[in-house]
């Protein structure tokens, strides 16, 4: 089965470069929408991205300006960088498998993310 | 504000059964609001419990079903067991592409 793990500096400096790199085991990186989502302490789930295995990439509006995610299939593994990083971006950071498809019924495309990394803590402090 | 509302937090006691609803506030989410539920317990990963409203990935236990109608679709676990404490999200893939996250419902176990 899939499995998914994140890597990367846990402390990073305000104004610098977060970036951080998941690895994918047990399956292969073509297809799919190869994600990053991120929980702030104390508040809820933000999608900030995905790269799909064509290398068309798309991001969360509020953080369009300064990320970036790409694909290493040679590797195995896709990677997220996030610049000019705030405290408001400390957080665990998840990578995750975006799935989508066109419901039959209405032609609608749904997505859901399966499976997800274990997560990795980046604090953004001096 | 987030693009789908749910509600802060739940409670139940064991045995009873809750609901959890997801309310999308936006044209972007779509009218049909086809979402997927995420359990996650704290220090954990996100696990995904249902998708495409009402499908359940294997493994996931059949005292959680989805559902919906009109743009608000819901979660409801039967059965409730202390282990199912946790926070719960849903969440959509847009007509833009992108994805977006509930506020998320925190279930507590009485």
């Known amino acids: 089965q899939v499995q998914l793990q994140e890597s990367g500096p846990g402390l990073v400096k305000p104004s610098e470069t977060l970036s951080l790199t998941c690895t994918v085991s047990g399956g292969s990186i073509s297809s799919y929408y190869w994600s990053w989502i991120r929980r702030p302490p104390g508040k809820g789930l933000e999608w900030i991205g995905y790269m799909y295995h064509s290398g068309s990439t798309k991001y969360n509006p509020s953080l369009k300006s300064r990320v970036t995610i790409s694909v290493d299939t040679s590797k195995n593994q896709f990677s997220l960088k996030l610049s000019s990083v705030t405290a408001a971006d400390t957080a665990v950071y998840y990578c995750?498998?975006?799935?989508?498809?066109?419901?039959?019924?209405?032609?609608?495309?749904?997505?859901?993310?399966?499976?997800w990394g274990q997560g990795t803590l980046v604090i953004v402090s001096s | 504000q987030s693009a789908l509302t749910q509600p802060a937090s739940v409670s139940g006691s064991p045995g009873q059964s809750i609901t959890i609803s997801c309310t999308a506030t936006s044209s972007d989410v779509g009218g049909y609001n086809y979402v997927s539920w995420y359990q996650q317990h704290p220090g954990k990963a996100p696990k995904l419990m249902i998708y495409?409203?009402?499908n359940r990935p294997s493994g996931v236990s059949t005292r959680f079903s989805g559902s919906k109608s009109g743009n608000t679709a819901s979660l409801t676990i039967s059965g409730l067991q202390a282990e199912d404490e946790a926070e719960y999200y849903c969440?959509?893939?847009?007509?833009?592409?992108?994805?977006?996250f509930g506020g998320g419902t925190k279930l507590t176990v009485l």
């Open positions: 495409d409203v009402s």
């Open positions: 969440s959509s893939y847009t007509s833009s592409s992108t994805w977006v």
């Open positions: 995750a498998r975006g799935v989508v498809v066109v419901e039959a019924a209405t032609g609608w495309s749904v997505g859901w993310f399966d499976p």
